[in-house]
């Protein structure tokens, strides 16, 4: 049987199942709960700066994220992994925090999830020659050049916003229960199995409907960004050893790098309530946005364009630490 009629077969099989979902009068609609992510905590402080760590940052930010979009959406449930300085879950390592985070926004039913980080950039070395030396004995010995490094802070700054990337999509489908986008449906449906391929197939359907709408959300945030005169670093796709709640949340996700806390202004304005209220401006900003495209609305700001790839060029001098290896299973 060639892929074609396989094809053919599983999307005849998927339309009585989409048909109910579709005229089912607990199908779910919009963003009605979102969780809230605020990175590290506890022992895991995450990147640390000159005068405080990512931890608080992340805290200080996504507690202020969660209130300044009840006030604007009531009707908007806030679901946080953490509102205190510990590893969510009170769990004893950052690899069973990060697991829990995923568990919990699974468990909530949520619509969106919003993780908010904090960027660090390593110091560049630099490597001048300090003099010479003599090395060896007799005929063999010789004068060679000694050299010493010495470490300037990295000037990479800016914001980033990332999503999990799309050929690495195996945790975020087997994430995806149909319960979870449309309620309880009809009693009268039978629901498939979750190894059956018509389930399959629903689950390939969803993840690559989340990944729009992920992307579209990221680059409404960096457009924001933009729009506030922060440097945006761009929208960058990332894998699960990278970043592991992007991938094992049944939801569409985003992750936000508010800024460099290696960069001295940028720590300074991160810890600022001037810059973490102008973060928070942006993002609920985008999220404004990203409600009216998803309900087919005009936007309240007159939406917000794309950034341009242009200008978001990457900072040479950047290190891109979470792409390091032995990060697993990462943010």
């Not at 607990?26 to 000159?50: E, F, L, S």
């Not at 949340?249 to 992750?255: A, D, I, N, W």
Request: with cysteine; proline share 5%; aromatic share 8%.
């Amino acid at each position: 049987m060639t892929r074609r009629i396989i094809g053919i077969l599983v999307c005849v099989a998927l339309l009585p199942l989409a048909f109910a979902f579709k005229n089912s009068p607990t199908q779910r609609k919009g963003v009605k709960t979102i969780v809230i992510d605020p990175g590290h905590g506890g022992k895991d402080q995450g990147a640390k700066g000159a005068i405080t760590t990512e931890a608080k940052i992340c805290l200080a930010v996504g507690l202020k994220l969660g209130k300044a979009i009840e006030e604007k959406y009531p009707d908007i449930k806030i679901l946080y992994t953490r509102t205190t300085d510990i590893i969510p879950g009170n769990k004893p390592d950052k690899n069973q925090g990060l697991r829990y985070r995923a568990e919990f926004a699974n468990q909530s039913g949520g619509d969106l999830f919003i993780a908010i980080h904090v960027n660090a950039a390593r110091k560049i070395a630099h490597r001048v020659p300090s003099g010479y030396k003599y090395v060896g004995k007799g005929k063999k010995r010789r004068k060679v050049r000694t050299y010493r490094t010495y470490y300037t802070p990295n000037p990479a700054k800016g914001t980033e916003t990332y999503i999990w990337a799309a050929d690495e999509s195996g945790h975020k489908t087997d994430m995806i229960k149909p319960e979870d986008e449309f309620g309880e449906t009809d009693s009268t449906i039978t629901m498939p199995e979750i190894n059956d391929p018509v389930m399959k197939a629903f689950q390939l359907l969803y993840a690559k409907k989340y990944f729009e709408n992920s992307l579209q959300f990221a680059n409404m945030i960096e457009a924001e960004f933009i729009k506030s005169g922060r440097t945006s670093r761009g929208v960058k796709q990332r894998n699960d050893v990278g970043i592991w709640v992007l991938h094992a949340t049944g939801m569409p996700s985003v992750l936000v790098e508010t800024g460099f806390i290696s960069n001295k202004e940028e720590e300074a304005y991160l810890n600022s309530e001037k810059g973490q209220d102008e973060i928070v401006e942006s993002i609920v900003n985008a999220l404004t946005n990203y409600i009216a495209a998803r309900e087919k609305a005009p936007a309240s700001n007159n939406g917000s364009k794309s950034p341009d790839a242009k200008s978001a060029k990457a900072d040479p001098a950047y290190i891109d630490r979470k792409s390091l290896a032995g990060q697993n299973p990462g943010k």
